[in-house]
């Protein structure tokens, strides 16, 4: 007998939609427009799946899903909503949801959630845990209701409860350290201290005193031992921000910190026991970093175990609104929306914000003040600041170059200088020759005028970069 799967939710062209596509897939479907008809639907005929909203007349999706335990206790249910907020995501997952798909969806989502839901057998579904904190809107509140920022809903909803690493990454000004608080804040952690260390902003030389702490006489200027960061936050969480400037050496003793929970203080030769969550977060691409020879390749499968991706400002435009009136309440603004104009919400969406939330947030004070209490016009946002990002192509080009050195310098203190030059023009070259090529329909001829090179250099750096690609030039 084909599988079966009950549809609840009271919009019809949702439902009908769900309902073709898992009936071309070969499943039993049923629809129920209320939570009330979908128990009693269930009831009569247990489902292996119920896809439920949870915006319904009547009972909320939510607290139907407690009750499908009773009506159909084998069920998967996979919720799916078009306003949720982490609180939604989290109570979701806790309260035993196999999967949460936010509004607007590919119907192959829900086809790909239906078939691991019926695959995972009756134990499969999310382990009970302690009830969710509830968090009200504050400083440490994820605002968002687009596709982009319910990814990252879930993804903190499944990985709260659990003790593994995760990874955060994204632009800078994205959220990320909202993200490691929001883990901390739904597990089973979060009556204990989470400490966030800003490894960039920490002295190199004392990166290693202040995580493990030091014994009295470690170094100079030690007159008495103190513990460090990980041991204070013994029982909870230790968020890492901007994990990649975290000397080598540093990274071993880590390393045995994650594998034993241990944690030796510079100067000691006795260990001590410590309970800590390790979450961090990077701006950078730590893959490079670990084929560059600067990040532990064992370290960054350690911590990589759950990795949360913050999707830039530019990737939820529609976030905009409920961003800026979350911002402009916190700076005292007591009716938000009657202060945003249309033509101002349209201004916000289509500026661009390489500083991103941080950088919005900073616009919109700046903006509150020099409205004195009326509307928000675009005359009153300040200019985009140079700091935020360098105006042409060759300044972010020499930005690069400069964060990309002071990286190589920073990983390789005490050791042999590095042939800086070569492995910057390894890593360049190739780029330099695949878009000179592309730009000109693969004219060799013409990419060497460009390229100010003689053809046979040109051939050269195609032989070395693409073999498979060395064929005489049709130009030539």
């Keep these: 007998m084909p599988h079966s799967i009950l549809i609840v939710d009271d919009e019809e062209p949702i439902a009908w939609a769900l309902r073709r596509a898992f009936e071309r897939e070969g499943y039993r479907v049923a629809v129920a427009a209320s939570a009330e008809d979908g128990l009693k639907k269930a009831a009569a005929d247990p489902p292996d799946v119920v896809f439920l909203d949870v915006r319904l007349p009547g009972m909320d999706g939510l607290t139907a899903l407690a009750r499908l335990k009773q009506a159909a206790p084998a069920a998967a249910a996979v919720v799916i909503t078009a306003h949720g907020n982490l609180n939604t995501a989290v109570k979701a997952v806790e309260g035993g949801a196999f999967d949460y798909l936010a509004k607007p969806f590919d119907l192959a989502q829900a086809i790909d959630a239906a078939r691991r839901a019926v695959g995972r057998g009756v134990d499969g579904t999310a382990g009970s845990g302690p009830p969710p904190a509830e968090i009200d809107p504050s400083p440490d509140a994820i605002i968002g209701r687009g596709p982009a920022v319910q990814t990252v809903f879930k993804r903190i909803a499944l990985v709260a409860p659990t003790e593994a690493c995760v990874l955060i990454t994204g632009e800078s000004g994205t959220g990320k350290e909202l993200v490691a608080r929001a883990v901390h804040a739904h597990s089973p952690r979060r009556d204990r201290p989470f400490l966030p260390v800003h490894v960039a902003a920490l002295n190199p030389n004392l990166v290693e005193s202040e995580l493990f702490g030091h014994v009295k006489g470690a170094f100079t200027g030690a007159d008495k031992p103190r513990a460090g960061l990980l041991a204070l936050a013994d029982g909870g969480t230790v968020f890492l921000d901007e994990l990649a400037d975290i000397p080598l050496p540093v990274q071993a003793k880590l390393l045995r910190v994650l594998e034993r ?97 941080r950088e919005l947030r900073n616009a919109l004070e700046h903006a509150a003040i020099e409205a004195r209490g009326g509307p928000l016009r675009p005359e009153h946002f300040p200019a985009p600041a140079k700091a935020t990002g360098p105006g042409t192509v060759a300044d972010r080009l020499r930005s690069l170059v400069v964060e990309w050195v002071r990286e190589r310098v920073r ?62 030039d049709g130009e030539e």
């Design 261 to 357: 929970q241990e944690v030796l203080p510079v100067g000691g030769s006795q260990s001590s026991t410590v309970n800590v969550r390790i979450v961090s977060a990077t701006h950078a691409d730590l893959s490079v970093a670990v084929r560059d020879g600067r990040f532990r390749h064992d370290l960054f499968f350690r911590l990589n175990v759950y990795p949360i991706h913050v999707p830039p400002l530019r990737d939820r435009v529609d976030d905009l609104p409920l961003l800026a009136e979350h911002f402009l309440r916190r700076f005292g603004v007591a009716n938000p929306a009657a202060v945003l104009p249309t033509d101002t919400l349209a201004f916000l969406k289509s500026r661009p914000w390489p500083g991103n939330v």
């Design 411 to 472: 990983a390789a203190v005490g050791a042999e200088p590095a042939e800086l030059y070569q492995q910057l023009v390894d890593a360049v070259e190739p780029a330099l020759l695949d878009e000179v090529l592309r730009q000109l329909d693969g004219n060799r001829l013409a990419a060497a005028r460009w390229l100010g090179l003689a053809r046979a250099t040109v051939r050269k750096m195609i032989r070395k970069y693409h073999p498979a690609a060395d064929e005489p």
